[in-house]
């Protein structure tokens, strides 16, 4: 049949398009049957389609109406060619339609629907079988219980010996000791740290270790006051320092804890809205003083002495926590407690004697903090995760089991650190959770004495996962999609808005058929509108998947109910005005329902559009899934990302509408169904048929793929975006870098802007005698000289490169010399070269201490070629590399280097290049010494190489091609270096110099120098360590160029790099290292400057009194978090005795490992 809606132009275009295919089928049967390649029979049936199909057509060709010779054509190719099996009455594609349904389109839609009805179900099921509350643990079995090893503890000692110990630790090795009121303080503190220790159960080693780590952060912050004063170039007042700094510490170290304790404080479920109470006094031991009045109030005074004592109670809880350091709401809770209780003796807060003295023979017993409080809430910890600690029978390594069904993945209804943080953070679920044996809340009890109720808490019924957790981690895209869903939908909303703009119009609009696109741009553009309720639904049943059973409870509220209600009308609003607007426009242009006319809905349709639209991407949550406010960033910052992104968007939207074109033509190009063009009358009658479906899965796959690409290439556009603004960024800020030789304008910028408190040495001459811009610093030259000298050591240049880039500098007896306010009178130490020009290790800064400084007198020496002029008086020989003075562009053209004799190494060139660039742009004004902070740096170690040996080298033969080849192959010019260099020592040329160049050949002894230089080359800790404890001696060399002579802190007996810098190693594997491993890092404790520390895990079996300090069961061992330094002694298996042995509530290696080995160091 021919639809009774074409008009005559259709009609037209429908006869001609079926009579092409008609007279075209009949020529292809023609040439194939005078090719003879079909049979009589099929021959003779093909003949009489053929005759039938031309005899329609010859009667459309000769009727006047258009409809009948429609009606002859359609007919002439269905039924004549085609047998009635496929019918072509359609003007636009696919065309035709077939009329009856193949096996394999069933097959396709069985298969389809299949995948939509297991993607439902797996989704449904995630969301409502949850699996059951109570899991049935695996019992461990027997466990060996190993006999008592008091033995392996030191003696405990009483109250007034810790004290005396800690005050010492002050009075003797902290710098902080030569500050005004430090005696007074320190007797405070450590009175403060005694008592806390003895009342509550603390370790010992923890207090000694916290009291360290206290010391530290103080003498940091009051570098960080002092400064203030310096930046100021106002003079640094220390009478109250150290009171001042306190204020700071405290500050920066519970900021935390204080917004913490106002929401705790104001919440009524836990305090009632009371304010928080005073420390308790007891705290404060009848030895130790009270913070000295220095000129400040009595009042001011107490809250120092308030501020001490709860920074001291964090830090102890924080050193004894463990794991649970990763949830900080915990240990505020804890510490609130803590600092709140009426109690300080352990029969009162445990119910037990404190820990007595371990000697030999005597059962080792846990510190009542660990057992009673931080135990029981790691073994819920472990339990969420974990079956059992098992060992390896190869090497008797802890080998943790995951319990029964979580060795794929965690299930998305596991507690972990996240959830139960938040327990803690929110006041009003916290004091409902908290429950005792005995079945009562924790919070029942008067808030002094909690602390001494937390034994008795049922941590197991506490945090259990169904309680506690809020947000499910799915293994599924709903998971993504529900935290990133603002961005699907803003790149929904460009894509479709750029489909409607390329699409226009449908070229017959005026035919009175009603597209299903809309026949106007403004119908067209509304359909964006769907946008709206499409996502509020995905939105919302993403939020369900991820959302627990228990937070969804929690959100049935009034409020929370109402809320929901209005975002769901809002959401849906824009699905009825749309269906407005599609029935006003099926009715026609003047049609209206009661007083609402086209115009009237197409506003309000846009209105509750965009107001959807701007809830969906301007309010991404709900107030209930926000535990603290969003962070607060300043408006002009925000303005600028804003700006960003929409010009990065804008761009992206341009360029994409120029594909989307290419796409749309593409499919007019293929003859594909144009669904938004497609009349919804010829949709209704034609969607079943199996042309128009496979056109329709074509067309959604090719716009599909230009959806994914126009996601994709997002990340392209930010790139792009971000490098014009580098660009931009680094022209403004080095905006004459290609017009200058920054080589050239090292000496004035290093001089002007890191040796800013140092002495002048003058303005120098360049040749002609034209002046330098700026004052050199007369300690430059000397650093130079050390940076060159450092370069030597590392073998990145040669001798001679090394005296051509060097000023030669030498250091000479000679008397005091005076200088300017603030400079030192003369070189020395870390900063003075070598006057030897062969270097065998890089000197340490104790060599030459400031001291020796007041005796020895800069002399320059010049150079025998012409060279440059420092100052008046004293020539000196300028380094090649300062004499240039070409520009970037100007180098390029010539080709040319610095000097004749420059290093050809890439690594020291890219050095220099970089301290020139870094020097071309605005720096801080350097901190000046002694008020430097302190900075630790932590390198994680588990099974990586510490030093090179000649077995990893070199196997003994070379069929293979060795290790050691493939180094010296890669770094030639500093092997030759190297070789040079060593050719010098007596320790090389024992037994004559190696002229054959077989490895064989060289001796032990140059094997290990071999072996560190090969270590310094390839992936090992020895390389990480030197490069990191460089730092120490750049701290050294400060202090001798400019420290502040009238600082307290600044005498020699006081001043100490180690007290700013510290070089941590964890070390996870130390207590089961080979004899090697052992060597290795007694190596380095031996190389590397008093900065460098080693922390590691030790375990110990259990013993009897495991199951009575709440050991886990499940566990076999013991575990203790150790450090070791330099000064720790050696015992005879070749391992350090630790320093501070601190116990730990389990096994700590519950993560993924690195950030749990970093935790416990």
Known sequence: TVPTSYNEAELVKLKDLNCWKVFHAVADFNTTMAQGNIGTTLAKAWAEKAELATFLCGQADATSDSYTAAF?????????????????????????????????????????????????????????MRPAKVQQRKPLGEVKVTPPFGEQMSAEEDLGTIQDELQRTWLQSSCLRALPGAQDLACSTAGIFACLQAGFGFQKDNARNQYEHLLSLWRS????????????????????????????????LLEGFTVWRSKFYRCKATMGGREPPAPATEFRSARATDVPDLEVSRGAAEESRRLLTEVAVYLLVWGEAGNARFMPEVLYFLTELLLASDSVSPEELYGADAVGPVGPGTPYHSNLFLSKVIRPIYNVIFDEWYDRIDLDPKDGRDVKKLREGFDTYLPPDVANYDDWNELFCDPERLAQGIILHDGTCLFEQQHPQRFAALHRVDWVVSLDRYETKTHREVHSLWGVFATTHRIWLLHALLFLTGICYISGDSPDTSSGKIFLQGNTPAVRFASIGLLVPLHGLLWSFARWETTSHTALRWNRTLCSSLQSISYSILWVLPVFTYAAVRYLEFKGEHASAGFVNMSIALVLHYDVSVLGLLTHLLIPGRPSDRLWGLSNVPVRQRICRYIFWIVVLGFKFYMSLVIFSAVAEETTTLDLVHLGREPISEISRVWYSNNWGTDILEWLSLWGMSFFLFVADTGLWYQAGCTCLGVVFIVTRRHHFALEHTASKIPERFSKKVFTFSASAGGGRQRGGSKRGAPLSAYFPMMWDRIMEQMRSEDKCDNEVWHEQSFNVRVVAAGPRSGADGAINSSGGALAAEDSGVLSEPRTPSELSRSDMSSVQLTLQPSESSGTELGSDDGVKVPGMFNRGDSIIDLAVMSGTYTSRASNNAEMRWRLNSIARSLSMPMPMPFRAPYIPGITVLIPHLKEDILMMKEDLYSGSEDTVPLIDWVKARYPDEFKAFTARMQATPQWNVDGSNKSGRWSDYTDGQWQAISVWASMRLQTLWRTVAGMSLYHSVLQCHYEAQTDERSALARADVWDPSDCFTCLVSMQLYRTFTPTQLEHTNRMFAKFPSSFKVAYIDFAEKNLTADADAVHQHQRRRYFSCLIDRSCSLLPD????????????????????????????
């Not at 003007?91 to 389809?112: K, W």
């Open 1134 to 1161: 070749g391992r350090r005795a630790p320093k501070f042995r601190i116990e730990l509530p389990g096994f700590p290696i519950l993560g993924d490992g690195k950030s749990d080995n970093q935790n416990h160091a």
């Open 72 to 128: 002859f054509a359609v007919n002439a190719w269905g039924k004549g060619i085609m047998d009635g099996d496929e019918c072509c009455n359609m003007v636009r594609a696919p065309y035709c339609l077939a009329m009856q349904q193949s096996l394999s389109t069933v097959a396709v839609g069985i298969l389809i629907g299949a995948v939509i009805l297991m993607f439902v179900g797996a989704t449904l099921a995630s969301c409502i």
């Open 221 to 252: 912050h009051c570098a960080t006051v002092a400064d203030r004063a310096v930046q100021e170039k106002a003079p640094v007042e220390e009478t109250g320092l150290l009171v001042e700094a306190l204020g700071d510490l405290h500050a920066e």
